[in-house]
């Protein structure tokens, strides 16, 4: 779909915008460091903190490996394909999130396929 040079540039300069502001955020991990108080609910309040900083880290660090995918895609010439179905991804969906892998089928499907996969965790624990 997106293989000319000036078709794709403008998404990787978004992209590298986003991988540097990516890389920025993850080098600053203050949040993670473990606090020690001599309150209990202090104690509490940091570990929950920490929690969401932990949470948050993995998040970026998912976002930023996608950025670097989609970046990858153009240098191969694969950016704006579908990795499952090969269709092409919709203009819209890449302006809104230019490091798409999958068309708006399939990334449902993916979805739903890892619900359902993180609801038969949660059964079979209990």
């Keep these: 779909m997106l293989t ?3 078709e794709t ?3 990787q300069a978004r ?3 986003k991988q540097a502001e990516l890389a920025r955020v993850l080098r600053n991990r203050n949040d993670i460091v473990i606090e020690k108080s001599a309150d209990q ?6 570990a929950s903190e920490r929690d969401l900083a ?4 993995d998040r970026d660090s998912a976002l930023l490996r996608q950025v670097r995918a989609a970046l990858e ?3 191969e010439g694969s950016f704006g ?3 499952e179905c090969e269709a092409d991804i919709g203009p819209r969906r890449l302006a809104a999130v230019p490091w798409a892998a999958r068309c708006i089928q399939c990334q449902t499907e993916a979805d739903r396929r890892e619900q359902d996969g993180s609801r038969d965790e949660d059964s079979a624990g209990a």
């Excluded at 609910?41 to 940091?46: L, R, S």
């Design 4 to 6: 000319a040079p000036t």
């Design 15 to 17: 992209l590298e915008q």
């Design 81 to 83: 394909i579908c990795i």
């Design 54 to 57: 932990i949470c948050n880290v």
């Design 9 to 11: 540039h403008g998404y």
């Design 41 to 46: 609910m202090d104690e509490i309040q940091y």
């Design 73 to 75: 895609r153009i240098r």
